[in-house]
């Protein structure tokens, strides 16, 4: 199956990856050049006791996703966040070890493949996928994105991943109340700005959007459009949106 590399898609085989690669790295950081910074942010990514909710470490809120009585919307949630801030950062430490420095068996145990000498081109996907807010939490909107020709699956089609723009409106009581203040000219409309939304383009079928405070009561509007690895990218989507809390 098709995942976002050196990442597998199954939150189970992650999770077994990760229980290997995490003490890997922490073993052979001098050798690869992986930064004291760099690390620690892993660690606590990946384990963190005795905290929040919104603070616990993948291997804590694993176990609590494993078990069907503390298996909550809430712990759901939480899970795909900190998967999506594993891969970032781990992600931005093996960018910074030199390919020299990768022996066999570094590129085995940490999923980084020789690239392909003549790689085959991903072809675009030009029909939209479809996208909806599957949950809501202070200041982050976890987006889903399925593929309308296959909805069943998780998986991106084709190879591709998916381009997350996103715009800010008033809401509607911030709109009327600007509408009932008596302007002293009338005022232009202001242009419609969509901004490309950070970790963007997305790789799996769940998406997280954080917000800064000042974007509280604003309704986020999301659109979004398939592209593959040379950047061409397929139709946009219908907008879609929800107030940030």
Do not use: C
Request: aromatic share 6%; hydrophobic share 35%; glycine share 4%.
């Amino acid at each position: 199956m098709p995942h976002a590399a050196p990442f597998r898609s199954k939150d189970a085989d992650f999770n077994t990856d990760l229980v290997v690669q995490v003490p890997y790295l922490n073993t052979n950081a001098v050798r690869l050049g992986v930064s004291t910074p760099n690390l620690s942010n892993l660690n606590t990514l990946f384990t963190n006791p005795s905290v929040p909710l919104d603070q616990l470490g993948w291997k804590e809120i694993w176990l609590l996703h494993s078990a069907k009585s503390t298996r909550t919307p809430d712990v759901n949630t939480e899970l795909h966040i900190r998967r999506q801030q594993i891969e970032v950062q781990m992600r931005k430490i093996y960018g910074d070890i030199p390919k020299s420095a990768l022996t066999t068996t570094d590129r085995s145990t940490l999923n980084l493949k020789l690239r392909d000498a003549t790689p085959t081109k991903i072809q675009v996907v030009e029909y939209a996928p479809n996208g909806d807010i599957e949950a809501m939490r202070h200041l982050a909107h976890v987006l889903r994105i399925t593929d309308p020709a296959n909805p069943h699956t998780q998986e991106m089609p084709n190879g591709n991943k998916v381009e997350v723009q996103l715009r800010y409106e008033d809401s509607p009581a911030t709109a009327a109340a600007r509408t009932a203040t008596p302007a002293a000219a009338p005022v232009a409309a202001a242009p419609v700005v969509w901004e490309t939304a950070e970790h963007s383009p997305a790789a799996r079928f769940l998406f997280t959007v954080e917000f800064t405070t000042d974007k509280v009561g604003k309704i986020a509007k999301y659109r979004l459009r398939y592209q593959n690895e040379r950047g061409d990218k397929g139709e946009w989507s219908e907008e879609f949106g929800a107030m940030v809390s």
